[in-house]
């Protein structure tokens, strides 16, 4: 199967950065994805670089008919990792993860390590990783999804014995309305989440941008806020310094 893909390097300078020394991550995210190149690289120490490859798609929402070959797809691009410099392979495929369940998830994540010699984080993994890190057991999840995703992504907190006790999504029909969730958005919808009997709340998707969001919204809440991308920039560290 041939794909055609756009490759490219950025360093970005941002204010929320995790501690560390620099790092140099290779990223596959959906050929839509807009967003998490350069909040990656926010999260990221300054000075690490991100190389994205984009996995092509329809403009339909990823469904367990299209997975097959969107992963086979993923796979096969991944090969291009072997001719630059990465210290990581970061799997932004938040829905893909889900839709997979942990096994499926787990299962991508070693055939890309096979496919490029490096160590990979899946988003969907790192989620309940984090959560499970700060000892949340209840939390508020926030969502872009159709309710076929949702429920999958409630079945992969599961897997790792964390709860929704309070649950919103934007419902995107598609690749297109999702692209123009704003920031503003999220943080409007993420506050009526803000609850006092939950230990956390996710933000799901590697879309969503929540880079300006994630801080301010613990320190009014006094509870951790965490996302898909921030999440994924912390285990993508952490798969680096075991190496």
Known sequence: MSTTTAATTTTLSAGARLAGKPIRVGLMVPINNTTMEGELLG?????????TLRIPRGKG???EETLPAYKEAAVELA???NESPVDVIAYGCTAAGFILGPKGDAEIAERLSETTGKPV??????????LQAI??????????Y????????RAFLQSGDIDVEHFDSFYAADVVALGQITENQVDDRAKPLCKGDVDAMFIACSQL???NVVDPLTKQWGKPVLSSIQVTAQYAMQAVDKK
């Open 43 to 51: 999260w990221l120490p300054e000075g690490s670089t991100v190389r």
């Open 61 to 63: 929402l990823l469904t």
């Open 79 to 81: 090969q291009q990792f």
């Open 121 to 130: 984080v899946t988003t969907a993994r790192s989620m309940v990783q984090a």
């Open 135 to 144: 000892g949340a057991q209840n939390i508020s999840l926030l969502t872009p």
């Open 146 to 153: 159709q309710d076929d995703v949702n429920i999958r992504l």
């Open 209 to 211: 941008p929540t880079l």
